[in-house]
């Protein structure tokens, strides 16, 4: 018989859903009772019309704005953001962007209510994790500010509570997660999504696809997650080719929101694994989020092919009947042949890192608490082997 196993269900209130949903913003905050939110944006998006009008729609409900997020979130320009929360008295974080301004918001709420002030303090909040088991997460002494998030991207940050941070000294991505930091509500708008570049949106598709094939054969899984992860899969490799060849294909891209979402609700309960563990610490070095999983996802998926041979032959099969295939190969196959289709980088010699990087990427892996759910053991030498077959 099977252990006890407990279940965490997912925290957010709310989606809503559709073009157009981002007119919902105002009265979804008037909803809640929401009176002095802080919008959170990366520069981009910041500077654009459609967010100049969504200030002047929400009027005296935005108490400021913080346009200044960066990548992958230096931990400095968080404590920066902390600082503004802190200040203005916001009672809400709306996140509008990529994964990097909702992961800042969270960390935002975070620190509102714990008195964050410093890069330590808030390094003091991260994930200790010690390969391959151990596992340290300081007590939250405080309820975080509540989050609501607009996504733009793919990334599917909006659905969990784990929000990362680069320090930039120690080359290393750190993991912060408390299910009380997960978005309340969520704003799916694919019209706003247009937008998006499309090659933004192809590799954050990437991510999502990365999070479904990570969540289906985790050392952990859950048939409830396996079956959304499953689906995910299918609703990506149909729709996300669409997508980014017709940003206006608005339903495309709501299915793609949607699989985003299916892909990693479960988070909490089933664990990433090895592709996000590596590709974590590429983004500490300066890849893309998503193009991490462009680089990564396939060479992980064959390394972990001799323990996990009856999930991906499943995965392969829902891969090739979206890609409408009658020739059923390895999983991995197939993902190569969508990765080719959407035109992502695949390379890690493309960004230009230096090569004895790696051997850094591949010690900050071990310590990144996502590997431990890898369902086959992994040492130093065999991240640096996989890092070798994307380089």
Not at 172 to 179: E, F
């Amino acid at each position: 018989m099977d252990s006890v196993r407990t279940f965490d269900m997912p925290r957010v209130r709310r989606v809503v859903q559709g073009a157009g949903a981002l007119a919902q913003l105002g009265p979804q905050l008037d909803a809640a009772d929401y009176r002095r939110a802080l919008l959170v944006t990366g520069r981009t998006v910041g500077a654009s019309a459609l967010f100049a009008r969504l200030v002047d729609d929400l009027g005296d409900r935005v108490v400021d704005v913080f346009s200044g997020v960066e990548a992958h979130n230096p931990v400095e320009r968080v404590v920066e953001l902390i600082g503004c929360a802190r200040e203005v008295g916001a009672d809400v974080i709306v996140a509008i962007g990529g994964g990097s301004p909702v992961d800042a918001a969270k960390l935002a709420a975070l620190g509102v209510a714990e008195g964050i002030a410093s890069t330590e303090e808030l390094a003091s909040f991260a994930v200790q994790f010690e390969y391959p088991s151990t596992l340290r997460v300081r007590p939250l002494s405080a309820a975080p500010l509540p989050v609501v998030a607009v996504p733009t991207t793919l990334s599917a940050a909006e659905w969990d509570g784990f929000a990362g941070s680069v320090d930039h000294e120690r080359d290393t991505k750190d993991l912060t997660r408390y299910l009380e930091l997960t978005p309340e509500l969520v704003l799916l708008d694919p019209k706003l999504c247009a937008g998006t570049p499309r090659e933004l949106w192809a590799q954050t598709g990437v991510r999502a696809l990365d999070h479904a094939v990570e969540t289906a054969y985790a050392r952990n899984a859950h048939p409830y997650t396996t079956a959304l992860a499953n689906g995910a899969l299918e609703l990506l490799a149909t729709n996300l080719p669409r997508s980014v060849a017709d940003a206006e294909d608005l339903n495309a891209a709501l299915n793609c929101q949607v699989a985003a979402w299916m892909s990693i609700i479960g988070v909490h309960n089933v664990s990433l694994g090895l592709s996000h563990a590596i590709g974590h610490q590429l983004g500490a070095l300066g890849i893309p989020h998503g193009v991490t999983s462009c680089i990564m996802l396939p060479h992980v998926m064959r390394f972990l092919e001799p323990v996990t041979g009856a999930e991906q032959a499943t995965m392969a099969t829902v891969l090739a009947r979206a890609q409408g295939s009658t020739e059923v190969g390895p999983a991995a196959d197939h993902v190569e042949l969508l990765l080719g289709e959407l035109g992502v980088p695949r390379r890690v010699s493309d960004y230009g890192i230096p090569r004895e990087k790696m051997h850094v990427v591949a010690k900050a892996a071990l310590g990144d608490m996502v590997v431990r759910e890898s369902p086959r053991p992994v040492d130093e030498a065999v991240v640096y082997e996989l890092l070798e077959q994307g380089w």
